[in-house]
């Protein structure tokens, strides 16, 4: 009987390797499937409420939900980024910008001081500095150059990847309850810790992806917004930056218009270098010093720094992805970690 109970175990978990290498290749679909899905459900339980329980008409009714506001807004967005990043970088390669005498002029720009200091720390002279910052704004501008080219030669795996995850998330709205009673039977814990991690897990992605884009939404609008007013451009593509940087919790956006206000001030641009640290500092700041913790902090229960060390981390790990899956592992790890010291502190006493 105990051979046979091992000899299960062992094909269990081979099926199971097996299965996820098949799946792998779409991983990205089925996470973000689950992810709207998560996120969507409770208004998908209210149109299938209205409907009198027809299933069908109201999962395919909140896939097409999901598509209008929050997956094509998505495409346009990161489409417009593309090819903005990558018309800065065919002006900066034909030499309609010059970055060398940019940086020439930026540097001729500071105090004697900073300039004597620049000169003492570049052991190879202040031209190698100058080629060092050249070669890596062509790299990040060849960056977006090769993503519009690798997006023109991948065209039909998007789609299928697309189809995949709108397929997916069809049934994860159909049968989404049968699915989460089924994965709560599987779970080889008892009823409370699977309780208390299946909660943790719907909190996490919830306050993530809902507060960090809400947050990265407003912080890359007032920063696109403030750009264009003051006349930096492409303002665009810089408030897109602005919105993808700021799912890193505290330096996010100051990591485009910081560089941005040095750079005007050290243009001459007084006024407007103060307008945009005004701008960044005060509103953009408080904006994510208000509403990430209420947002965010508030339903993971994690303290900023590690949000912010766990989505750095989760970005580094796995891409855009992890700007969920980093929190996520830090909050189940916390709760797995607390549940440890509750039993053991109970069994002690």
């Not at 998007?158 to 159909?174: C, Q």
């Amino acid at each position: 009987m105990l051979r046979q109970r091992v000899s299960f175990y062992v094909l269990l978990v081979l099926v199971t390797i097996a299965f996820v290498a098949v799946v792998l290749p779409f991983y990205s679909a089925i996470f973000w499937a689950v992810v709207l899905a998560i996120i969507f459900f409770p208004l998908h339980a209210r149109i299938e409420a209205r409907l009198g329980g027809r299933g069908n008409l109201a999962a395919a009714l909140s896939v097409l939900i999901c598509l209008c506001v929050v997956i094509i807004p998505g495409l346009i967005v990161l489409s417009s980024l593309v090819q903005q990043g990558n018309h800065l970088y065919q002006r900066m390669d034909t030499g309609e910008i010059d970055v060398r005498s940019f940086i020439h002029n930026l540097q001729e720009a500071l105090p004697l001081f900073l300039r004597d200091w620049l000169r003492s720390i570049e052991l190879n002279g202040v031209d190698t500095f100058q080629d060092r910052v050249s070669s890596a704004l062509m790299q990040g501008g060849s960056f977006f150059a090769g993503r519009a080219l690798s997006l023109g030669q991948n065209t039909l795996r998007f789609f299928v990847t697309f189809g995949v995850m709108l397929y997916l998330l069809f049934f994860m709205f159909r049968d989404g309850r049968a699915l989460a009673r089924a994965i709560r039977r599987a779970l080889p814990l008892s009823d409370s810790h699977t309780l208390r991690f299946t909660s943790k897990f719907t909190s996490v992605v919830h306050a993530t992806v809902r507060g960090n884009i809400i947050i990265a939404i407003i912080q890359g609008s007032i920063g696109g917004i403030a750009f264009w007013a003051l006349g930096v451009e492409p303002a665009l593509l810089w408030g897109v930056l602005m919105s993808f940087l700021s799912l890193l919790p505290a330096v996010g956006a100051a990591l485009i218009w910081v560089p941005t206000a040095i750079y005007l001030a050290l243009a001459g641009f007084w006024v407007k270098a103060i307008v945009l640290v005004a701008v960044g500092g005060l509103v953009i700041g408080l904006v994510d010093n208000l509403l990430r913790p209420f947002l965010v902090g508030r339903e993971t229960k994690l303290p900023d720094y590690v949000v912010l060390i766990s989505t750095i981390g989760g970005i580094s790990l796995v891409g855009i992805n992890g700007f969920v899956i980093g929190p996520l592992i830090a909050a189940l790890f916390i709760a797995a970690w607390g549940i440890f010291v509750e039993e053991e502190g109970t069994s002690d006493s």
